[in-house]
């Protein structure tokens, strides 16, 4: 039953970015915050030494479960909890059997799949996930209609996935809540070009604009950002040197946490530490999709020095975009961040912070149009210019073709005269007259004018036998050839 490959499917990441069809929810307490699908109702059950969370569809049709608790077993034996707790399931739901279960070989996660049908004769089928870390456990799980179960179990693992606790010891120990947790009051803020607005306390700085932020306190030791930057890394493009570019930052593409951490270092911070890092490949996937560009995505904890000097903390979401040919790339990122003793205390204010977040409507419809227009008029541009160059090439190409032809013209007839034995010559003094000359003698115009070896096409050498005048030959060149046939012939 022990399976290593149970370990994917019970790593679910902490605070992976929701679907866009989520939304956010902070528990009004702030112990835990969600994302759940529009008009799903959150329930939660006080326990003696825990809590479960529950979000429920409207009609009941679905669940999703997080339950955390203290425990005492330091054996951490996550096949022993499953077992009493799909027991104490059976006795409440006679027709709940476990279609498969598998456990990492550790015994401490463990994954049941389970069935059942509700007193209607509906069919019901449910992931439940056990994991132990003394001296805590925790029970994620969710489950749904038989029939939707494959297509609702995306969103429903995304629920479960985005699932952060936000106060740990509200869970452990409920009647031993952290002391001095800061409830700061916030106020609204809104860039200057009116592209985006959220919450803050009233002595933060802010910066931004085009839907990007940046804020500070007044130490600059805490903040939020969501924002991008540039790198360049080595062109593929002939004859361009992107390593020449000024004021940028050039290095080959990396994983986007690296590319945060990069980031990070030029603007002063050192020393970091990667608490916790995982990638996102079904966020980059789609990312991927949307901007017909390989991107990778990744979420990391970390804590490092800023440029105070401020040992901090800090969480960050970090979408990549590989390289153009031209070796441009980047990041686009999401971070809250605070001096790492008081990061848990704090940690509530920032999550108010970022979930407050909004770029405008109306200023995004407005960019959007904008940009709209500026692409009519560039297509206009270009549809002209692509019709110029249409036309440039037809009339190029014609005249090549014209120019092939001509030659053509005078090649052919210079083979011909050759294989025939023949040669004509133009008289300047007679105004053009044509002679030719043949294996029997000369004539002009069509007329013998003499006969034998000294005027035939082998010993003729073009004296005008009628003046003083040495004719021209008329394959020459073509110049006379066209002069003598016209062009076109």
């Given at each position: 039953?022990?399976l290593?490959?149970?370990?994917a499917?019970?790593a679910l990441?902490?605070a992976?970015?929701?679907?866009?069809?989520?939304?956010?929810f902070?528990?009004s307490?702030?112990?835990?915050?969600?994302?759940?699908?529009?008009?799903w109702?959150i329930?939660?059950?006080?326990?003696a030494?825990?809590?479960?969370?529950?979000?429920?569809?409207?009609r009941?049709h679905?669940l999703?479960?997080?339950?955390l608790?203290?425990?005492d077993?330091r054996?951490n034996?996550?096949v022993?909890?499953?077992?009493?707790?799909?027991?104490?399931?059976?006795?409440?739901?006679?027709t709940l059997?476990?279609?498969w279960?598998r456990s990492?070989?550790?015994?401490?996660?463990?994954v049941?799949e389970v069935e059942y049908?509700?007193?209607?004769?509906?069919?019901?089928?449910?992931r439940q996930?056990f994991?132990m870390?003394?001296?805590e456990a925790?029970v994620?799980?969710?489950?749904?209609?038989?029939?939707?179960f494959?297509?609702?179990?995306p969103?429903?693992v995304?629920?479960?996935?985005?699932?952060?606790?936000?106060d740990?010891?509200?869970?452990?120990a409920?009647?031993a809540?952290?002391?001095?947790?800061t409830d700061?009051?916030?106020?609204?803020r809104?860039?200057?070009?009116g592209?985006?607005?959220l919450q803050l306390?009233?002595?933060?700085?802010?910066?931004?604009a085009?839907?990007a932020v940046?804020t500070?306190s007044r130490?600059?030791?805490?903040g939020?950002?969501?924002?991008?930057?540039g790198?360049w890394g080595?062109s593929?493009i002939?004859?361009?040197?992107s390593?020449?570019?000024a004021?940028v930052i050039?290095?080959p593409?990396?994983p986007p946490?690296?590319?945060?951490?990069?980031?990070?270092?030029r603007?002063?911070?050192r020393?970091?530490r990667v608490l916790?890092?995982?990638?996102?490949?079904?966020?980059?996937?789609?990312?991927s999709a949307?901007?017909?560009?390989?991107s990778?995505?990744?979420?990391?904890?970390?804590?490092?020095?800023?440029e105070?000097?401020?040992?901090?903390?800090?969480?960050?979401e970090?979408?990549?975009?590989?390289p153009?040919a031209?070796?441009?790339w980047?990041?686009?990122?999401f971070?809250?961040?605070?001096?790492?003793a008081d990061?848990?205390r704090?940690l509530p204010?920032?999550v108010?912070?970022?979930?407050?977040f909004?770029?405008d409507?109306?200023?995004?419809?407005?960019?959007?149009?904008r940009?709209?227009?500026?692409?009519k008029?560039q297509?206009?541009?270009?549809?002209q210019?692509m019709?110029d160059t249409?036309?440039?090439?037809r009339?190029?190409?014609?005249?090549?073709f014209?120019?092939?032809?001509?030659s053509?013209?005078y090649?052919?007839?210079?083979?011909t005269?050759t294989?025939r034995?023949?040669?004509e010559?133009?008289?300047?003094?007679?105004?053009g007259?044509?002679?030719?000359s043949?294996?029997?003698g000369?004539?002009?115009?069509?007329?013998r004018v003499?006969?034998?070896?000294?005027?035939?096409?082998?010993?003729?050498?073009?004296r005008?036998?009628?003046?003083?005048?040495?004719?021209t030959?008329?394959?020459?060149?073509?110049?006379?050839?066209e002069r003598?046939y016209?062009?076109?012939?």
């Open positions: 039953m022990a290593a490959a149970a370990a499917l019970l990441p902490a992976a970015a929701p679907p866009p069809s989520l939304e956010l902070v528990a307490d702030r112990t835990f915050a969600l994302y759940r699908p529009a008009g109702d329930q939660t059950q006080e326990h030494n825990g809590r479960t969370v529950m979000v429920v569809a409207p009941g679905a999703v479960q997080m339950t608790l203290k425990t077993d054996s034996d996550s022993l909890l499953a077992a009493r707790t799909l027991k104490n399931a059976q006795a409440r739901t006679p059997r476990i279609a279960a990492t070989s550790d015994r401490r996660r463990t049941v049908r509700r007193p209607d004769g509906t069919a019901v089928r449910g996930y994991l870390n003394f001296p925790r994620y799980g969710f489950e749904t209609e038989g029939a939707r494959a297509s609702m179990q969103e429903l995304s629920v479960l996935a985005n699932f952060t606790v936000l740990p010891t509200q869970f452990k409920p009647a809540r952290a002391a001095g947790a700061v009051p916030l106020q609204p809104r860039l200057q070009d592209s985006a607005s306390p009233a002595d933060w700085q802010m910066i931004g085009k839907g940046l500070k130490d600059g030791n805490s939020f950002a969501f924002a991008s930057a790198f080595p593929s002939p004859y361009f040197d390593s020449r570019l004021g050039h290095a593409y990396m946490v690296d590319a945060m951490v990069t980031l990070m270092t603007y002063g911070s020393d970091f916790q890092r995982a990638s996102d490949p079904a966020r980059a996937a789609a990312v949307g901007i017909n560009r390989r990778d995505v990744e979420t990391a904890l970390l804590t490092f020095t800023n105070n000097g401020v040992r901090c903390k800090g969480y960050y970090v979408i990549g975009n590989t153009l031209s070796g441009q980047g990041i686009l990122y971070a809250v961040w605070a001096p790492e990061f848990d704090a204010t920032l108010r912070i970022s979930s407050s909004r770029i409507e109306r200023w995004a419809a407005d960019y959007v149009a940009g709209i227009e500026n692409l008029r297509m206009a541009k270009t549809s210019m019709a249409a036309r440039s090439a009339e190029s190409s014609l005249a090549a014209q120019e092939r032809a001509r053509s013209d090649i052919d007839y210079k083979r005269m294989i034995g023949e040669q010559w133009v008289s300047q003094v007679e105004g007259a044509l002679y030719k043949d294996r029997w000369l004539s002009r115009e069509g007329e003499a006969e034998g070896q000294p005027y035939n096409y082998y010993n003729y050498e073009g005008n036998p009628r003046y003083n005048e040495q004719m030959p008329v394959d020459a060149s073509r110049e006379v050839y003598v016209g062009v076109p012939r």
